[in-house]
């Protein structure tokens, strides 16, 4: 009675095991679910992919390492000169702004009823120092004999400028300017004085058949309205007047600041 006690458990046991796995599952010999030997395809797919780009990543790296190296001899030749010159160019650039704006707030300035009441002689030497404030290498040159040039100036670059200076008394209303002046200071300012540029200053005015006779024979004219902005530091003589060409070089250069000491 016993041992069919005892199957009868064993039967029942067995039936609540095969009750416990689930649905559409298969059981080995012992009972439990077999495992599940199939792939997970996506998961694969993004591993494999994972693994490919950090390949091409390595090969990239390897690669422009390998370029790097080669031209690394011809880009210090090259980019270093090229870095060193920007880093000049932005040094002097720097040096003559604050020049020109140190002219602008302490520079040598005139208003025009200072200049129109001076003596001839004084305009000429007011003109000199105008020029020395913008960095000319100027001197007074005016006088017996002067050959149609009262002052004689260099700039920056080294050319030569040959400046006829006339006052007017009676300021624009004075007598203007003609054409035979012109003729004179273009008659003498490269074969005499060896000026690269001619130029006429004056409180007065121009004729009107002189503005185009200057134009045409490269005669620059500086009027009394011209004067009155350059007098004032509204700027630069290169640059106040059209169609001349301003030097390369700059007063605030260093090698411009030993030639004018000596």
Same mark, same amino acid.
Not at 121 to 128: G, H, L, T
Not at 248 to 258: N, T, V
């Given at each position: 009675m016993t041992i069919a006690r005892t199957s009868a458990l064993a039967a029942e046991s067995a039936?609540?095991?095969?009750?416990?796995?689930?649905?559409?599952?298969?059981? @080995?010999?012992?009972?439990?679910?077999?495992?599940?030997?199939?792939?997970?395809?996506?998961?694969?797919?993004?591993?494999?992919?994972?693994?490919? @780009? @950090?390949?091409?990543?390595?090969?990239?790296?390897?690669?422009? @390492?390998?370029? !790097?190296?080669?031209?690394w001899w011809p880009s210090t030749t090259v980019l270093g000169p090229a870095c060193f010159l920007l880093a000049v160019w932005g040094y002097r650039r720097e040096g003559r702004q604050k020049w020109?704006?140190? !002219?602008?707030?302490?520079?040598?300035?005139?208003?025009?009823?200072?200049?129109?009441?001076?003596?001839?002689?004084?305009?000429?030497?007011?003109?000199?120092?105008?020029m020395r404030?913008?960095?000319?290498?100027?001197?007074?040159?005016?006088?017996?004999?002067?050959?149609?040039?009262?002052?004689?100036?260099?700039?920056?670059?080294?050319?030569?400028?040959?400046v006829q200076v006339k006052h007017r008394r009676d300021g624009a209303a004075g007598k203007k300017i003609g054409v035979p002046v012109l003729q004179q200071v273009k008659g003498t300012a490269q074969p005499v004085h060896g000026a690269t540029f001619a130029l006429i200053v004056t409180n007065g005015g121009f004729s009107s058949k002189a503005v185009p006779w200057g134009k045409t024979h490269g005669i620059h004219l500086v009027d009394r309205h011209l004067l009155e902005t350059w007098a004032a530091g509204g700027g630069l003589l290169w640059d106040l007047i059209d169609n001349l060409p301003a030097p390369?070089?700059?007063?605030?250069?260093?090698?411009?600041?030993?030639a004018r000491r000596k």
């Open positions: 039936d609540d095991a095969l009750d416990s796995v689930p649905p559409g599952a298969t059981t @080995g010999t012992s009972g439990e679910p077999a495992p599940d030997n199939t792939w997970d395809w996506p998961e694969v797919a993004m591993v494999a992919t994972a693994v490919l @780009g @950090g390949l091409a990543l390595i090969a990239g790296i390897v690669v422009l @390492g390998n370029w !790097l190296d080669s031209i020109e704006e140190r !002219l602008r707030r302490t520079g040598l300035k005139y208003s025009l009823a200072q200049l129109d009441a001076l003596h001839y002689r004084r305009f000429e030497y007011a003109v000199r120092d105008l404030r913008d960095g000319f290498r100027a001197e007074r040159t005016g006088g017996g004999g002067d050959d149609a040039c009262d002052v004689r100036a260099v700039d920056p670059d080294g050319r030569i400028w040959a390369k070089r700059h007063p605030s250069d260093s090698d411009h600041k030993k």
